[in-house]
């Protein structure tokens, strides 16, 4: 007679008891790099519908599908002309290398599009590679110089980010190294807490004045961007509008991080799905959708996430961790050290160590050494254009001659929850949940 | 000198020139007429130049300045010199919250009270307050020197890193990580040296001196509660 299966708890699952058992003998939240790991709804439950009678496609190598976008054509001078819809976003030099800064930079401005600086400044690698580099102002003010916004092609302001909306950043001691720290003005080696908060503002009221000494220093000329995560974007978004934004970065739960704790990846925000409908709500309740542009971030991974998120409305995406697999994050090479970090290639998130095995997300020599610049920006570049491709794909099929002409009479929803999140139909059916009295 | 009425022309009109300066500009001595608490008056400056604004100004006066002086002669808003690099912005009155904020370099010399969160995340400035300072003052101050001739409020320094305070009169209480040192000859000799650049006249060795205790630096269970 065989032994009856082993019966495990579904609420004290091995991993919940292996974290409980973690959490007991080290008496610290678990800190770590990356997204959420949870499946969420997403892009994914969402399909675009194409053309066939009743819309004519476009020849999909013949007729042109534009891909370009401008930026910041409320109120700024000098607006940001991308010739595709979709920016690299802000990860600091410090939780990334200057090789990684510097890749990303040279890849993106191959293709035409922006890189953005993060928490702790403007390195001098990204700026002598990225042609359109948009400047960050955080809580931290890390290494913030007035000469630096000047120098920049756009500013944007952060609020928040989707990986942990309502926190500050954080860098482990570890890649505190001496460069990173006088950058920062802070002791090397010492576990870096970003403030969460803004020093000298709180409140809309307040940021409509800071808005508007940022752009008395820079004389109007650069397009000021509003960044936050996603938890109330429907006030956020109308708030930041009030406030004189000319451009909204919504980052989605799915939004990646260099370190933070996990229950606040997992368990703080909404996903990207409903987040960007709302956010879209909220520009067109005050006749502001396409006048003040909306960038959507947070799980953008492919050409068709790019699509399905312009025709939901956005104006642009950004990607941060695809950027980062694109350069080679968790690519099957140095699979020993992989191992010492008790992870392996495809299962790694310990950005937070500083001892990333392909040379990325650290400040050690001889691991950065690993990721050559050349090769790097040459992955970017090629991603970036596979996703524009796939965009522009998906976008002749429905008939478009430019991404921006995509909406949301183009998609359905495959399930019932996706179709009330991003209020659009569920296949095969009229029905949008929460609308039309059902 | 150089006069602007802001009751007749803009702060945007007025930035815009001071941003023009060239380096070595001869247009050296500006006079600021009828603020009325305007915000973002004399941001950016990048030259040596010397302006005296007449009257109260709004949210950050003389923000990210470079080299400049910058005289308020009335009271401040929220964020006065907020990142200041280098220069000297003084105002003979109060400040409300945030003066100095993430400041970097240069001196800021507030001659009455400054509200709450003075110096906070304060980068190497250093700062004068002839009367007292509000609560928070100093909050995670990396860098810089914050000296107060009255009293400070409640959580002085909470969570500050390597900047220094000096205070004359009582402190309400001091914030997480905040702890009272040794005022040596060194301290009392930086303290005269602010206090006759900032020409306030009190005496150095009547400060006691507060910095961080340094266990917040990396995490540990035993500091949890102090987070």
Request: net charge neutral; hydrophobic share 40%.
């Given at each position: 007679?065989?032994?009856?299966?082993?019966?495990?708890?579904?609420?004290?699952?091995?991993?919940?008891?292996?974290?409980?058992?973690?959490?007991?003998?080290?008496?610290?939240?678990?800190?770590?790099?990356?997204?959420?790991?949870?499946?969420?709804?997403?892009?994914?439950?969402?399909?675009?519908?194409?053309?066939?009678?009743?819309?004519?496609?476009?020849?999909?190598?013949?007729?042109?599908?534009?891909?370009?976008?401008?930026?910041?054509?409320?109120?700024?001078?000098?607006?940001?002309?991308?010739?595709?819809?979709?920016?690299?976003?802000?990860?600091s030099?410090?939780?990334?290398?200057?090789?990684?800064?510097?890749?990303?930079?040279?890849?993106?401005?191959?293709?035409?599009?922006?890189?953005?600086?993060?928490?702790?400044?403007?390195?001098?690698?990204?700026?002598?590679?990225?042609?359109?580099l948009?400047?960050?102002?955080?809580?931290?003010?890390?290494?913030?110089?007035?000469?630096?916004?000047?120098?920049?092609?756009?500013?944007?302001?952060?609020?928040?980010?989707?990986?942990?909306?309502?926190?500050?950043?954080?860098?482990?001691?570890?890649?505190?190294?001496?460069?990173?720290?006088?950058?920062?003005?802070?002791?090397?080696?010492?576990?870096?807490?970003?403030?969460?908060?803004?020093?000298?503002?709180?409140?809309?009221?307040?940021?409509?004045?800071?808005i508007?000494?940022?752009?008395?220093?820079?004389?109007?000329?650069?397009?000021?961007?509003?960044?936050?995560?996603?938890?109330?974007?429907?006030?956020d978004?109308?708030?930041?509008?009030?406030?004189?934004?000319?451009?909204?970065?919504?980052?989605?739960?799915?939004?990646?991080?260099?370190?933070?704790?996990?229950?606040?990846?997992?368990?703080?925000?909404?996903?990207?799905?409903?987040?960007?409908?709302q956010?879209?709500?909220?520009?067109?309740?005050?006749?502001?959708h396409?006048?003040?542009?909306?960038?959507?971030s947070?799980?953008?991974?492919?050409?068709?996430d790019?699509?399905?998120?312009?025709?939901?409305?956005?104006?642009?995406?950004?990607?941060?961790?695809?950027?980062?697999?694109?350069?080679?994050?968790?690519?099957?090479?140095?699979?020993?050290?992989?191992?010492?970090?008790?992870?392996?290639?495809g299962?790694?998130?310990?950005?937070?160590?500083?001892?990333?095995?392909?040379?990325?997300?650290?400040?050690?020599?001889v691991?950065?050494?690993?990721?050559?610049?050349?090769?790097?920006?040459?992955r970017?570049?090629?991603?970036?254009?596979?996703?524009?491709?796939?965009?522009?794909?998906?976008?002749?099929?429905?008939?478009?001659?430019?991404?921006?002409?995509?909406?949301?009479?183009?998609?359905?929803?495959?399930?019932?929850?996706?179709?009330?999140?991003?209020?659009?139909?569920?296949?095969?059916?009229?029905?949008?949940?929460?609308?039309?009295?059902? | 000198?150089?006069?602007?009425?802001?009751?007749?022309?803009?702060?945007?009109?007025?930035?815009?020139?001071?941003?023009?300066?060239?380096?070595?500009?001869?247009?050296?001595?500006?006079?600021?007429?009828?603020?009325?608490?305007?915000?973002?008056?004399?941001?950016?400056?990048t030259?040596?130049?010397?302006?005296?604004?007449?009257?109260?100004?709004?949210?950050?006066?003389?923000?990210?300045?470079?080299?400049a002086?910058?005289?308020?002669?009335?009271?401040?808003?929220?964020?006065?010199?907020?990142?200041?690099?280098?220069?000297?912005?003084?105002?003979?009155?109060?400040a409300?919250?945030?003066?100095?904020?993430?400041?970097?370099?240069?001196l800021?010399?507030?001659?009455?009270?400054?509200?709450?969160?003075?110096?906070?995340?304060?980068?190497?400035?250093?700062?004068?307050?002839?009367?007292?300072?509000?609560?928070?003052?100093?909050?995670?101050?990396?860098?810089?020197?914050?000296v107060?001739?009255?009293?400070?409020?409640?959580?002085?320094?909470?969570?500050?890193?390597?900047?220094?305070?000096?205070?004359?009169?009582?402190?309400?209480s001091?914030?997480?990580?905040?702890?009272?040192?040794?005022?040596?000859?060194?301290?009392?000799?930086?303290?005269?040296?602010?206090?006759?650049?900032?020409?306030?006249?009190?005496?150095?060795?009547?400060?006691?001196h507060?910095?961080?205790?340094?266990?917040?630096?990396?995490?540990?269970?035993?500091?949890?509660?102090?987070?």
């Amino acid at each position: 007679m065989t032994a009856p299966p082993l019966r495990h708890s579904a609420a004290f699952s091995r991993e919940v008891i292996a974290e409980i058992e973690r959490a007991a003998d080290e008496g610290l939240y678990q800190i770590r790099g990356f997204g959420t790991l949870r499946r969420l709804p997403s892009f994914d439950d969402l399909v675009l519908l194409g053309a066939s009678i009743s819309r004519y496609p476009l020849e999909g190598y013949r007729e042109r599908s534009a891909t370009n976008v401008t930026l910041g054509t409320r109120f700024a001078q000098k607006p940001i002309e991308l010739k595709i819809p979709i920016t690299i976003s802000g990860m600091s030099f410090g939780a990334l290398g200057g090789n990684a800064k510097r890749a990303l930079g040279r890849g993106a401005s191959a293709v035409g599009t922006s890189t953005t600086t993060g928490d702790g400044g403007m390195s001098e690698e990204e700026r002598a590679e990225s042609t359109i580099l948009v400047y960050q102002v955080l809580p931290s003010r890390y290494g913030f110089d007035p000469s630096h916004l000047r120098a920049c092609e756009a500013i944007e302001i952060v609020i928040g980010q989707g990986a942990k909306p309502g926190g500050g950043g954080m860098l482990l001691g570890q890649k505190i190294t001496e460069r990173v720290a006088q950058m920062r003005t802070l002791p090397a080696g010492i576990d870096q807490r970003s403030a969460c908060r803004h020093p000298d503002w709180t409140g809309p009221d307040d940021l409509t004045i800071k808005i508007q000494e940022l752009r008395e220093a820079t004389d109007w000329e650069k397009p000021v961007f509003v960044k936050i995560g996603s938890a109330r974007p429907r006030y956020d978004v109308q708030l930041a509008v009030k406030a004189g934004a000319d451009v909204i970065v919504l980052d989605g739960m799915q939004g990646g991080t260099g370190a933070t704790q996990d229950v606040f990846i997992e368990h703080a925000g909404i996903p990207t799905l409903p987040a960007l409908r709302q956010a879209v709500e909220a520009l067109q309740e005050l006749g502001q959708h396409r006048k003040v542009q909306l960038i959507i971030s947070g799980g953008i991974r492919s050409g068709a996430d790019v699509a399905k998120a312009l025709a939901m409305g956005a104006d642009a995406v950004s990607i941060g961790t695809a950027a980062l697999i694109a350069l080679g994050c968790n690519r099957r090479i140095h699979v020993e050290d992989y191992h010492a970090l008790g992870t392996e290639p495809g299962a790694c998130h310990h950005c937070h160590t500083g001892r990333c095995p392909v040379g990325i997300t650290t400040q050690d020599p001889v691991l950065e050494s690993r990721l050559e610049v050349k090769e790097g920006a040459r992955r970017v570049r090629n991603f970036l254009t596979v996703l524009t491709m796939e965009a522009q794909t998906l976008a002749r099929a429905c008939g478009k001659s430019h991404l921006h002409n995509l909406e949301p009479e183009d998609l359905a929803a495959l399930t019932v929850e996706a179709a009330a999140m991003a209020g659009v139909p569920l296949v095969g059916t009229d029905w949008i949940p929460g609308r039309n009295a059902y | 000198m150089i006069e602007i009425d802001l009751a007749r022309s803009s702060v945007r009109g007025l930035n815009e020139r001071l941003h023009r300066l060239a380096p070595g500009t001869n247009e050296h001595y500006w006079r600021v007429l009828n603020p009325n608490g305007a915000h973002a008056i004399a941001v950016g400056i990048t030259e040596p130049i010397h302006v005296e604004i007449k009257g109260h100004v709004g949210y950050y006066c003389a923000g990210m300045n470079a080299a400049a002086t910058i005289v308020v002669d009335g009271h401040a808003g929220t964020g006065l010199a907020e990142n200041i690099m280098s220069g000297l912005v003084r105002v003979n009155g109060n400040a409300s919250q945030s003066a100095a904020a993430s400041g970097r370099g240069g001196l800021v010399v507030v001659q009455g009270d400054a509200s709450a969160r003075c110096g906070i995340s304060m980068k190497g400035v250093s700062i004068v307050v002839g009367g007292s300072a509000g609560h928070m003052s100093a909050f995670m101050g990396q860098a810089g020197t914050l000296v107060v001739c009255g009293d400070a409020g409640h959580d002085l320094g909470d969570s500050i890193y390597e900047a220094e305070i000096y205070v004359a009169g009582s402190v309400a209480s001091l914030g997480a990580d905040c702890v009272e040192k040794e005022m040596t000859q060194a301290d009392i000799q930086r303290v005269a040296a602010l206090l006759d650049r900032a020409a306030i006249a009190t005496k150095a060795t009547c400060f006691r001196h507060y910095g961080s205790a340094r266990r917040l630096y990396n995490f540990h269970i035993d500091h949890a509660a102090e987070y």
